[in-house]
């Protein structure tokens, strides 16, 4: 049976050092989490604060590689928003570095926590507030809002290993886009590839069509979408 260590999140301020991070921050328990996840351990990161919500402002984004972890889960969970400030461009990237830790592939269950107020990146391919490649990623009871993309709020990168997205009462308001790939969701087309969303929906006055709001890369057409359904919100 593998065992849950459990590391927990005090300090809400972060100074975007993946090597030095501010001790007790979030950034710190992802390093603490990479170096027992190559143990075996499962990770799970537990928000303690006595505020029923707390704002992150971040310096950089917070970068997952290995391992399975559970994020602000459970009956204490908190409301926990990652600000970019207008002035980064990702929230969190889980892209898994199969080749340090290929038995450890990469599982993320995320809650309540909100991504906000982040701009595009320069180069779309390493766009998305939420970047993923070769992981499984949860995220429930969130919003993403006031962001700008250039590849989707949510972006799937092509790898060896498909990744899997699931999005469950997820909201998606006031996001801006800066290219044609409009798209809040932008998955590149691969074998294996999955998404899943439910009880989610996207701000009723998002000029872009119902249709082009998930996409498989290459193609915008209905046709070309995975099996999800959005909502329109007020």
Same mark, same amino acid.
Request: hydrophobic share 30%; proline share 3%; net charge positive.
């Given at each position: 049976?593998?065992?849950?260590?459990?590391l927990? +999140?005090? @300090? /809400? !301020?972060?100074?975007?050092?993946?090597?030095?991070?501010? &001790?007790?921050? #979030?950034r710190? *328990?992802?390093?603490?989490?990479?170096?027992?996840?190559?143990q075996?351990h499962?990770?799970?990161?537990?928000?303690?604060?006595?505020?029923?919500?707390?704002?992150?402002?971040?310096?950089?984004?917070?970068y997952?590689?290995?391992?399975?972890?559970?994020v602000?889960?459970g009956?204490?969970?908190?409301?926990?928003t990652?600000?970019?400030?207008?002035?980064q461009?990702?929230?969190?990237?889980?892209i898994?570095?199969?080749?340090?830790?290929?038995?450890?592939p990469?599982n993320?269950?995320v809650?309540?926590?909100? +991504?906000? @107020? /982040? !701009?595009?990146?320069?180069?779309?391919?390493?766009?998305? &507030?939420?970047r #993923?490649?070769? *992981?499984?990623?949860?995220?429930?009871?969130?919003?993403?809002q006031?962001?700008?993309?250039s590849?989707?709020?949510?972006?799937?990168?092509?790898s060896s290993?498909?990744?899997?997205?699931?999005?469950?009462?997820?909201?998606?308001?006031?996001?801006?886009?800066?290219?044609?790939?409009?798209?809040?969701?932008?998955?590149?087309?691969?074998?294996?590839?999955?998404?899943?969303i439910?009880?989610?929906?996207?701000?009723?006055?998002a000029?872009?069509?119902?249709?082009?709001?998930?996409?498989?890369?290459?193609?915008?057409?209905?046709?070309n979408?995975i099996?999800?359904?959005?909502?329109?919100?007020?």
């Amino acid at each position: 049976m593998t065992d849950t260590k459990t590391l927990y +999140v005090s @300090n /809400f !301020k972060d100074n975007g050092s993946s090597s030095n991070p501010v &001790k007790g921050s #979030l950034r710190d *328990a992802i390093k603490q989490g990479h170096q027992l996840a190559l143990q075996g351990h499962h990770i799970n990161i537990i928000f303690q604060t006595e505020k029923a919500s707390e704002t992150i402002q971040l310096k950089n984004d917070l970068y997952f590689k290995w391992g399975t972890w559970s994020v602000n889960e459970g009956e204490g969970a908190k409301n926990v928003t990652l600000d970019g400030g207008k002035s980064q461009s990702n929230a969190v990237s889980a892209i898994f570095y199969k080749y340090k830790a290929p038995s450890h592939p990469l599982n993320i269950r995320v809650n309540s926590l909100n +991504v906000i @107020n /982040f !701009k595009a990146d320069r180069d779309p391919f390493y766009d998305g &507030k939420l970047r #993923l490649s070769g *992981a499984n990623v949860e995220w429930r009871n969130s919003v993403f809002q006031n962001n700008v993309s250039s590849a989707g709020i949510v972006h799937s990168v092509h790898s060896s290993k498909a990744s899997k997205i699931k999005l469950e009462n997820v909201h998606f308001l006031g996001n801006k886009a800066t290219s044609k790939n409009g798209e809040l969701i932008y998955v590149d087309k691969q074998q294996g590839q999955t998404i899943e969303i439910t009880n989610s929906y996207y701000s009723k006055v998002a000029t872009t069509p119902y249709y082009k709001q998930v996409r498989l890369q290459p193609g915008d057409t209905p046709e070309n979408l995975i099996n999800a359904q959005f909502e329109r919100g007020a």
